[in-house]
């Protein structure tokens, strides 16, 4: 029987750094009996100044082959009684470990210098990453959100890695201040483990799957509509989907958004002053669209001229797309229901190890009211998983077979 990958996570929130990595050493020592391979971290802000210490300082209680991590506004991970905790405005270290026997990693720390051209072929992508896209690797990535280029480095490995899996999120401060920081170790490497701008990552391939979450936040209200006219991000007019779309049939978007809020109660159309967005289908060919089928995007103005309608994304015609609203209550019952289809899926399937959260800043105690709620609510559906995480500046995640930047989501990543 070959051996099985084992997965740990440590938490403190001890406010000494030293103090804090004796903690989570102690505790992964005690749960962990082989050496481990990969260490993910994520540290709050409010350790900023030392953050060039960090990686020095967990070097010199285990050997990682590779060891990644970025600064947070606040930081997930698992309690000395097994529940996950989201701390959000306090001192906090979320140490993630794994023994990955049968699993090749491949560690990369990329500058907006070195990424390559979008209209480059799918080699250079690929050398860059330096990993084969017949091993189907899944990535994990940690960036900067002012220098990393994100949208065009998802954008490159989409284009090389299309059957892979991509999850992470931007490094964020919070209300804590101070500057973002990636971590980044791989033997071998001689330059610094602390940096301002780029991405960090490291690419899994071999006997690991990795199974993804991407919880937006929102449910959708109405019906679905075909974008009949658009220009860039401007949706200009739209119709029924389903309908014959003629120009008779088409309608300004502004015109059918005002029929649609008619249509619902009270509370949905105070809820909409401020929570309204726009979902875009990303699947052209499915024709059951659920919830998490949609790409959520920013409706970011009006033009009541034209009764046009602007979003944060390009848009074309015969694009689907639905209205959804977004509140604690409509985050929590999309939750729900992803976890729930989630656990249904996978009821056959062999028991995950490890994952690790990605959640925006705008969610957690401030979007609920309450502490915990999204690592608690997963950990209920799954089970005691060793989870660690990071609120960020933004999450990265698949939908409808692409990859994201998405803003007020928790993306899980579940690893078997």
């Not at 804090?20 to 020592?29: D, G, L, N, S, Y």
């Not at 992508?125 to 896209?133: A, K, Q």
């Not at 015109?255 to 249509?263: D, E, G, I, K, P």
């Amino acid at each position: 029987m070959s051996a099985q990958i084992k997965w740990v996570n440590a938490l403190s929130t001890l406010p000494s750094l030293e103090a804090a990595i004796a903690e989570v050493v102690t505790t992964v020592q005690q749960s962990l009996s082989t050496t481990p391979d990969l260490g993910i971290v994520f540290i709050s802000s409010a350790y900023a100044s030392e953050y060039p210490r960090l990686v020095p300082l967990l070097l010199e209680h285990f050997p990682f082959q590779v060891l990644i991590g970025c600064g947070g506004g606040g930081v997930v991970g698992i309690g000395d009684r097994g529940e996950s905790l989201e701390i959000e405005a306090n001192p906090a270290l979320s140490l993630s470990v794994a023994s990955l026997p049968g699993v090749k990693m491949y560690p990369f720390q990329i500058t907006q210098k070195t990424l390559p051209d979008l209209d480059s072929s799918p080699s250079h992508w690929c050398e860059l990453m330096g990993v084969d896209p017949q091993e189907n690797p899944s990535f994990i990535l940690l960036a900067d959100p002012f220098s990393a280029q994100i949208t065009d480095l998802l954008q490159g490995l989409d284009f090389a890695y299309p059957s892979s899996v991509k999850v992470g999120g931007l490094a964020s401060n919070g209300a804590m201040g101070g500057q973002s920081g990636l971590f980044y170790h791989a033997s071998g490497h001689s330059g610094p483990s602390l940096y301002r701008e780029g991405t960090v990552g490291v690419a899994l391939s071999g006997d690991i799957t990795v199974k993804t979450i991407v919880a937006q936040g929102c449910r959708p209200i109405g019906q679905t509509y075909q974008v009949t006219q658009g220009q860039r991000n401007v949706i200009l007019q739209i119709a029924e989907f389903g309908q014959t779309t003629t120009e008779g049939e088409s309608q300004p978007t502004l015109v059918a958004l005002r029929n649609l809020l008619q249509t619902l109660d009270e509370s949905d159309r105070v809820l909409a002053q401020n929570s309204l967005f726009v979902g875009l289908a990303r699947d052209e060919f499915k024709t059951d669209l659920h919830q998490g089928d949609f790409l959520i995007r920013n409706l970011i103005g009006v033009d009541p001229n034209v009764g046009a309608v602007a979003i944060g994304d390009r848009v074309r015609p015969g694009q689907r797309l639905r209205f959804h609203l977004r509140d604690a209550r409509t985050s929590e019952d999309d939750l729900n229901v992803l976890l729930g289809r989630y656990q249904l899926e996978q009821q056959s399937g062999r028991s995950a190890v490890g994952a690790l959260m990605f959640s925006c800043l705008g969610r957690g105690e401030g979007l609920y009211g309450k502490p915990h709620f999204d690592s608690r609510l997963f950990q209920r559906y799954l089970g005691d998983i060793p989870i660690g995480g990071f609120f960020c500046n933004g999450e990265i995640g698949p939908v409808a077979g692409g990859t994201f930047l998405h803003g007020y989501t928790s993306v899980f990543a579940i690893f078997y």
